[in-house]
T-cell receptor
Framework: DQQVKQNSPSLSVQEGRISILNCDYT??????FLWYKKYPAEGPTFLIS?????DKNEDGRFTVFLNKSAKHLSLHIVPSQPGDSAVYFC?????????????FGTGTRLTIIP | EPEVTQTPSHQVTQMGQEVILRCVPI?????FYWYRQILGQKVEFLVS????????KSEIFDDQFSVERPDGSNFTLKIRSTKLEDSAMYFC????????????FGPGTRLLVL
């Protein structure tokens, strides 16, 4: 039951360029979306989130775009830095009140090439 | 910066044994969660906990699992009789009470059942 899908298992980007990670979802009840970054042997680290009432949220080098009609969101990292190399998970919940379970995608391994 | 902590970082146990995984959520958070990630798979929701009771649980969270908040700081996950397929990384998370509150994750406990 893949309600949240990240179709690219891996992505390599040159340092300084833009990294674009994509995520699709199928559950129309999802109204809050998050991106987490994960290093090996560590827990997911929150990066950025977006509510369904918005189509864009920006925080420094990170921007998340949401296209509700297409049930698609993307994370843009610009400029990409070597420390951005990690696995990135898209997650979604059916509430933005912080007390609903998160449904995760399978992750995209981002490698930044110096 | 406040963070979620988990102990132990690694746990090896024999099949059929009981294990208790411990978590200290962020101090002013009210919602607590357990997730797990089997090697090579996505992060999966197990259970959420609020006001000293389970809010929601997944089908994974069967009668072998239980959660408890024994005091004002700890949040525990107990597996009564471990099975080989319980081997995974177990992540604790917590979130606050306001609108749009994000779930913050601990570093995880790697459980290996032999």
């Amino acid at each position: 039951d893949q309600q949240v899908k990240q179709n690219s298992p891996s992505l390599s980007v040159q340092e300084g360029r833009i990294s674009i990670l994509n995520c699709d979802y199928t559950n129309s009840m999802f109204d809050y979306f998050l991106w987490y970054k994960k290093y090996p042997a560590e827990g997911p680290t929150f990066l950025i989130s977006i509510s369904s009432i918005k189509d864009k949220n920006e925080d420094g080098r990170f921007t998340v775009f949401l296209n509700k009609s297409a049930k698609h969101l993307s994370l843009h990292i610009v400029p990409s830095q070597p420390g951005d190399s990690a696995v990135y998970f898209c997650a979604a919940s059916a509430s933005n009140f912080g007390n609903e379970k998160l449904t995760f995608g399978t992750g995209t391994r981002l490698t930044i090439i110096p | 910066e406040p963070e979620v902590t988990q102990t132990p970082s690694h746990q090896v146990t024999q099949m059929g044994q009981e294990v208790i995984l411990r978590c200290v959520p962020i101090s002013n958070h009210l919602y607590f969660y357990w997730y797990r990630q089997i090697l090579g798979q996505k992060v999966e929701f197990l259970v959420s906990f609020y006001n000293n009771e389970i809010s929601e649980k997944s089908e994974i969270f069967d009668d072998q699992f239980s959660v408890e908040r024994p005091d004002g700081s700890n949040f525990t996950l107990k597996i009564r009789s471990t099975k080989l397929e319980d081997s995974a990384m177990y992540f604790c998370a917590s979130s606050g009470t306001g609108s749009g509150e994000t779930q913050y994750f601990g570093p995880g406990t790697r459980l290996l059942v032999l």
